[in-house]
């Protein structure tokens, strides 16, 4: 079984702060992890993957991701916010061989604010 | 390439009305589905496939009803709908390996009044 638990459906920063958007992951194997981003009347869209190669994981936009087995976590984060960054992230975990489809968390809403 | 389309876009039923949201892709993914959104829910899945003429349950599957009878092809079929349907849908489309990411459809946002 898997599952994804993202903690905080809304997170607001002023343009130029830290994002942090967090990320926990329960499998019971190895994990492949996935950030998607969707921009608001779109689908979603790749941010970034982790496939158990290096754990910390750099994806489009100036996003990035790492990958601590130790804490079950993958959270994203992006040194500086631009207004362009507002959209909602999805987390989500799948793994290795079979039919498995991703496991999505439940969504964090990125506010940007001027 | 158009990587997975949706159609219709926009969608008002009645309740009890029926009808089929219609997805596609061209770059023959083994394995396609589709999710619901709804508020604070996140995306939960309803029918998976992973070929022609293979389908699955997912999460919340009562009230649709799925078929794959080409590769580039997975309609989603809403037999009777309900206001509890009134939702975005959202069909996305894989390859068999499961590092690889899904492409998502644009949506479609379905009332049913």
């Known amino acids: 079984a898997q599952s994804v638990t993202q903690l905080g459906s809304h997170v607001s920063v002023s343009e130029g702060a830290l994002v942090l958007l967090r990320c926990n992951y329960s499998?019971?194997?190895?994990?492949?992890l996935f950030w998607y981003v969707q921009y608001p009347n779109q689908g979603l869209q790749l941010l970034l993957k982790y496939t158990s190669a290096a754990t910390l994981v750099k994806g489009i936009n100036g996003f990035e991701a790492e990958f601590k087995k130790s804490e079950t976590s993958f959270h994203l984060t992006k040194p500086s916010a631009h207004m362009s960054d507002a959209a909602e992230y999805f987390c989500?975990?799948?793994?290795?061989?079979?039919?498995?489809?991703?496991?999505f968390g439940r969504g964090t809403s990125l506010i940007v604010h001027p | 390439n158009a990587g997975v389309t949706q159609t219709p876009k926009f969608q008002v039923l009645k309740t009890g009305q029926s009808m089929t949201l219609q997805c596609a892709q061209d770059m023959n993914h083994e394995y396609m589905s589709w999710y619901r959104q709804d508020p604070g829910m996140g995306l939960r899945l309803i029918h998976y496939?992973?070929?022609?003429?293979?389908?699955d349950q997912g999460e919340v599957p009562n009230g649709y009803n799925v078929s794959r009878s080409t590769t580039e092809d997975f309609p989603l079929r809403l037999l009777s709908a309900a206001p509890s349907q009134t939702s975005v849908y959202f069909c996305?489309?894989?390859?068999?390996?499961?590092?690889?990411?899904?492409?998502f459809g644009p949506g479609t946002r379905l009332t049913v009044l």
């Open positions: 989500a975990v799948t793994r290795w061989g079979g039919s498995y489809i991703p496991t």
């Open positions: 499998s019971s194997v190895p994990p492949y």
């Open positions: 496939s992973v070929g022609a003429g293979i389908t």
């Open positions: 996305a489309s894989r390859d068999a390996d499961s590092s690889n990411e899904q492409f």
